[in-house]
Every structure is written in structure tokens, then in C-alpha cells.
């Protein structure tokens, strides 16, 4: 039976660079790595532009009475002004300058001119005649000479509502509406490298870099539902998608559609939304349900570590641990386990069971293996239900759904592939900040008290976490291919604090949970 894995690429947003106002970005050059300051207003990266430019080695001249900077290279000019949402790049043989509009002004903060560091990356490669690459780790990467856009006859970058010469990247859109959001697809020529999306006002901004877009196929006037408007302009060599969207907005996803170009975005809906209508019922919200689902079980052994030991029997273990826990310490809450036993459930039945017993929370505990036996690679992660990043995620994604080479209509998950899993993952995303949240706290309680180590928050397509319209999480308690994680998995007292670790993680966020839904419902 072939298995089935959902493979995408994803970008992190700035927002996701920099946890807090301040901190530090690492510029990595050929000469080493030097830290840059930088600070993030409403979802924007800015940097000092006089540090970067000590940073990367250009001249520069900064007057301190009036803020603005002026870069200087053998050839070019550029100019900032605090306050002020345009860079001047000016040729030195000609004197005809190139204005750079960005969609955000500059700023003075601690007497330095700080610049909105994505937005300001073209200017910036102009003055360096060399690529500069943002990276999702905090990274700014000064990478290989390239041609300037000032050399020869190319004038059309003068006027940024031109297109370049090659033509439009972006040829049109098309929106599929759907009741808990709607699905944008963004037709391209060719493969986009990169992104950066804001949401503030009402409104959605993302802008891709080095391609511009027909605008008259890409802008709409009037949308239906969630989505109302869509405005697009070419801003240089980028261009930029502005979404107008109702007070329903939730979340949104860009990601790489599977098997061509193209662009998906995803705009969802509030959790409570539902048919145009607000449930303002708190009685279906309370967190009064929290689903336990142990991976595996009956035919389907799961993972086979050291000296035998099988994931089906691990994850029992600690779920039915987990659960008595949670019967002692928080009685209010009622428990459902997917499986008690060691019997086989088809993992469509897993969500289906958590859905019918309205539940608030659906955790999936696993057992992670490599190939190789034994292995150095140790761990707990913790995954949330997003297209797999990484191989590794999508190898542990794949070997997770494989199990439906075990159930007697395994053909029922086709539908999960491809673009169709992103529209019934849609309704899931509505979910993610509970998710997220809980995965973070899941995280910190493995890093802080397991002897094993965190490997932290990752992602996956899961078909487990698919089925349950609940926030939901896939922990892999640890490698029982690893001699040191299987021991501690293998014993009583290893399971028991695995369990005490997850319950610890739920009594936090249920008040996360029911702060949040207070909020939401007044």
C-alpha cells in the first residue's frame, strides 16, 4: 500500500522572527556573524539603518541633529529621513534618483533612524550590489554579488507601477468561498521564494518579493463573505496584496500549492462562527471535555524500539495514566479515551469520537523511531496539524498515517492530499491559537521537568488531528530507537511522568482557554 504524506512549504511571517520588542538579528557574512539591533513595531522588523551599515561595511553619514543617513557605495546614494516612508537611491553619474515608497514609515527610537528591514531589502542590495536574504532563525544573510538594477537602460524601476521586462509573475486569482473562510489561489509563472504578511485594521498585507502582478487580474472591488476587498500595486520589484476582511477575520495561512507555483492563501473565520451566526452560548464552550487518543493499537503495533518495546503499548500506557490524573485532579472535567485497550480505531474514527462528545481538547500521544536502531537521535516533540516544514516532519507524518494500510477502506483518506486537504484543514486552523498555545506549554513542561530533552513545536499533517474540529496536538513522548528514551518510556515511573507533565500543561491552559473564551463571548 503506498503512504500517503502531504508535503508543503511554509514560511514563517516576521511576526514569528522576534518574540519581543527587542532583540537581536544575526547578519551573517563571509568575515563571521555580527549581531544587529532590532525591534518589531505591530508585526514590522525595524533596524538602526546607521548600525547596518557599520554592520556590512558601507560608508555612511549620519547627522544627529536632523536623523537622516545617507549609505554611499562607489556608485550609488541612498537616503533615509526619520519619519518618512520613501529611500532615494541615487546613481552618482547621472543624479536621477530612484524612490523607494515603502508601506511604513521610518521611526526614531533612542536617537537612531530605525528602517522597516524587509521593505528596505532592495534599496539595501542596490547599495551592496549583493543579495541580502532574511531567513525565518533571525538571520540576515549577505549572499552573492548581483547585478544592480541602475546598470544599462533599465529605467522602468523609476516608476514602481511598471512591470519589469521579463512581464507579470502574478498573472490573476481565483477565490473558492467556503463557510468557516475562503481559499485564494494566487496563479504565478514561477516559484515564489519568499513572503511577508501583517494584519492590522481590518486588513491583510502581504507582499512577495521580486515579482510583480498583473494588477487588473488580481484586484477585486467587491468579495462576499469574510473576505470583502483585494487591492494590488507593484511596489519596485515586489508587489503587494492588501485583503479587506470582515470583523469575523481569524487567522489566515500562505503556503505553496502541491505540484505547481501557484500561491494559496487561507483566510479563516472566528472559532465561533458558524453559518453567519455568533454562538453566544458559554455552556458549549466551557472546557468541560478533553479527548485522549493513544496512537496505535490491536493489528497496528506502531513503532518497534529497543528490546522490542512497541509504541501501541507505550502510549496506552501513559494515556490511561494521564487520564486517571485527570479524574483525581480536575473531576469537573470529563475524559474520553479514544481507545482503553489494545484494540485497533481507524483514525478517522479518533476525530469522530472526540467530535461527538463535544470535546474541548484532543491530545494524541505517539512514540517517535528512527530506521536505525540504536539510534543518537532523543527527544519529545510536540506537533501541530500545518503541512510538514522539514523532511523530518514529513517522514514522521508519513510513518504516523501509514497506519491506514491497517484499516479496511484505507482509499477514504485520498481526499486528504493535495490542495483538497487544505480546504478540510481550514476549518482546523480556526482552532490553531488554542493549539498553539497548548503546544507551547507542553514544550516548557517536558523542558523543565523530563530528563528527556524538548525538541520543541513543530508541524505535520497528521490525518489523526485532521478529524477532530477541536484545537488538538500529536506529542511524541520520546525515540524508543533510542537506548536513554526507551528506558524511561519502558518503566512505570518514566510514563507516570510523562502523564504528570501533560496534565500540568492542561491546567494551564485551561485557564488560558477559558480567559480567552470570556473575552470572545462578551
Not at 543617513?69 to 536621477?96: D, H, Q
Not at 523609476?158 to 467556503?178: A, F, Q, R, V
Not at 474541548?360 to 503541512?387: A, M, Q, W
Request: proline share 4%; net charge neutral.
Amino acid at each position: 500500500m503506498k503512504k500517503i504524506f502531504i508535503t508543503f512549504m511554509f514560511f514563517l511571517s516576521a511576526e514569528l522572527l522576534l518574540a519581543q520588542q527587542s532583540q537581536n538579528i544575526t547578519v551573517v557574512t563571509k568575515e563571521g556573524n555580527k549581531n544587529l539591533t532590532a525591534w518589531l513595531r505591530e508585526g514590522i522588523i525595524y533596524i538602526p539603518i546607521a548600525e547596518l551599515a557599520k554592520v556590512l561595511s558601507i560608508n555612511y553619514f549620519e547627522n544627529e541633529k536632523t536623523g537622516k543617513v545617507e549609505l554611499k557605495s562607489n556608485y550609488l546614494l541612498l537616503k533615509s529621513t526619520p519619519k518618512n516612508p520613501f529611500l532615494i537611491v541615487t546613481p552618482r553619474a547621472t543624479g536621477v534618483p530612484k524612490v523607494y515608497q515603502l508601506p511604513t514609515s521610518t521611526y526614531v527610537r533612542d536617537d537612531k533612524t530605525y528602517i522597516p528591514l524587509l521593505f528596505s531589502i532592495s534599496p539595501l542590495e542596490a547599495i551592496l550590489e549583493r543579495e541580502l536574504v532574511l531567513e525565518k532563525n533571525n538571520k540576515l544573510i549577505l549572499g552573492e554579488k548581483i547585478s544592480s538594477p541602475f546598470e544599462g537602460k533599465q529605467w522602468m524601476y523609476d516608476n514602481p507601477d511598471l512591470p519589469p521586462t521579463t512581464g507579470y509573475g502574478i498573472t490573476g486569482l481565483s477565490i473558492t468561498e467556503k463557510t468557516n473562510g475562503a481559499l485564494v489561489r494566487i496563479h504565478t509563472k514561477s516559484r515564489i521564494p519568499s513572503y511577508y504578511s501583517s494584519f492590522k485594521d481590518g486588513e491583510l498585507m502581504i507582499i512577495f518579493r521580486k515579482v510583480n502582478a498583473d494588477v487588473e487580474k488580481t484586484s477585486r472591488s467587491s468579495v462576499s463573505g469574510l473576505l470583502q476587498k483585494i487591492e494590488t500595486r507593484n511596489v519596485g520589484t515586489d508587489v503587494e496584496f492588501k485583503f479587506k476582511v470582515g470583523s469575523e477575520y481569524s487567522t489566515h495561512d500562505v503556503m505553496n500549492a502541491p505540484g505547481s507555483n501557484d500561491i494559496i492563501i487561507t483566510i479563516h473565520n472566528k472559532v465561533f462562527n458558524k453559518n453567519g451566526q455568533t454562538n453566544k452560548s458559554s455552556d458549549k464552550w466551557s472546557f468541560d471535555v478533553v479527548v485522549i487518543d493513544a496512537g496505535h493499537g490491536g493489528r497496528d503495533p506502531g513503532a518497534i524500539g529497543i528490546d522490542k518495546l512497541k509504541e501501541k503499548e507505550v502510549t496506552l500506557s501513559i494515556a490511561l495514566k494521564l487520564g486517571e490524573l485527570m479524574k483525581k485532579e480536575m473531576p469537573d472535567v470529563k475524559v474520553v479515551y479514544t481507545r482503553k485497550d489494545d484494540s485497533f480505531v481507524d483514525l478517522y474514527k479518533r476525530g469522530k469520537i472526540a467530535n461527538e462528545n463535544n470535546g474541548k481538547l484532543f491530545i494524541s500521544i505517539h512514540c517517535n523511531s528512527t530506521k536505525k536502531k540504536p539510534t543518537d537521535v532523543n527527544g519529545t516533540e510536540v506537533y501541530l496539524l500545518r503541512p510538514g516544514r522539514t523532511e523530518e516532519a514529513i517522514d514522521i507524518a508519513e510513518t504516523e498515517n501509514s497506519v491506514i494500510e491497517f484499516e479496511d477502506n484505507p482509499q477514504r483518506y485520498e481526499k486528504l492530499t493535495d490542495e483538497n486537504f487544505i480546504l478540510v484543514s481550514m476549518a482546523h486552523s480556526a482552532y490553531m491559537k488554542y493549539s498553539e498555545k497548548f503546544a507551547e506549554l507542553l514544550h516548557k513542561e517536558f523542558d523543565a521537568n523530563l530528563k528527556l530533552k524538548s525538541r520543541g513545536v513543530k508541524q505535520a499533517g497528521f490525518y489523526v488531528l485532521v478529524g477532530a474540529s477541536m484545537p488538538s496536538v500529536l506529542i511524541e513522548t520520546g525515540f524508543i530507537s533510542n537506548k536513554d528514551d526507551a528506558k524511561f518510556l519502558k518503566t512505570a515511573v518514566g510514563q507516570k511522568q510523562m502523564a504528570e507533565c501533560i496534565f500540568s500543561a492542561i491546567k494551564t491552559y485551561r485557564g488560558f482557554y477559558e480567559k480567552e473564551i470570556e473575552a470572545d463571548l462578551q
